[in-house]
């Protein structure tokens, strides 16, 4: 079962379409329905806190991601369901795995997307597998409206050690933020962001300095905070205090 026939998406996205059984709390309705490539190859990415990273086993026999399952589905079969659901979600995140074939898989289910269901489409993006800034065109004018890039740790030692050399993944530092330099030269300021996680041992400063680094390139930032999934090489590690 690989992309772009099939994807997976979050239990949130399942339980909305009715492919999983199950309810929300309190009438939470969930307005985003995320996509994410799969293949039978595991993404090459090594990243110590990854529930999908290639080092990490399955987890007593539960695999997660961002601490739930993620459901594999063939596409049209999720696209069918969301137009079974007109006024549920109102936006639609295609999340990439670092793979050769993301690329113009990405580019394939855009596209689909696109063609059948009328709302704006967000690309989370593996900028290790982008060579070109024409790439951001091809998202572009296959219907992506936004660019996201999950930059994860806030500052470059770090990022190194959890996601490049210390844990001998393909990941670059400078490698990410030039690739979200094309994607905001490309579609305007506003239209790109970043994804951080707080917890990872960055000091306050970093987190700020980092912040304003993609602000300047016209991204926005999406704050996450570190959770220990199980099995990934940081499992042990206690997530950030509230305050």
């Given at each position: 079962m690989n992309s772009p026939e099939y994807g997976q998406t979050s239990l949130a996205a399942a339980l909305s379409l009715g492919l999983e059984k199950g309810r929300?709390?309190?009438r939470v309705k969930l307005t985003g329905l995320n996509l994410l490539l799969i293949y039978d190859k595991r993404c090459v990415g090594r990243c110590a806190y990854c529930g999908i990273s290639k080092n990490r086993p399955e987890a007593k026999g539960k695999k997660t991601f961002i601490r739930v399952k993620w459901p594999v589905y063939r596409l049209d079969d999720v696209i069918d369901r969301t137009l079974d659901h007109p006024n549920h979600f109102q936006r639609i995140c295609i999340s990439m795995i670092t793979h050769g074939s993301a690329v113009k898989d990405t580019i394939s289910i855009t596209e689909k997307v696109r063609q059948r269901?009328?709302?704006?489409?967000?690309?989370?993006?593996?900028?290790?597998?982008?060579n070109s800034k024409d790439i951001f065109y091809q998202f572009r004018e296959a219907g992506a409206d936004m660019i996201g890039v999950a930059l994860d740790a806030a500052a470059p030692d770090l990022f190194d050690k959890y996601r490049g050399s210390g844990v001998k993944g393909p990941h670059k530092w400078d490698k990410y933020w030039q690739v979200l330099k094309w994607a905001s030269e490309v579609y305007g300021r506003g239209r790109t962001g970043i994804h951080l996680i707080s917890g990872l041992g960055e000091t306050d400063r970093q987190m700020v300095d980092t912040i304003y680094r993609a602000h300047k390139l016209g991204a926005g930032t999406h704050l996450f905070s570190f959770f220990p999934e199980a099995g990934s090489l940081l499992e042990d590690r206690e997530t950030p205090e509230l305050l």
């Open positions: 929300f709390k309190d269901i009328d709302l704006p489409v967000s690309l989370l993006i593996s900028p290790t597998v982008i």
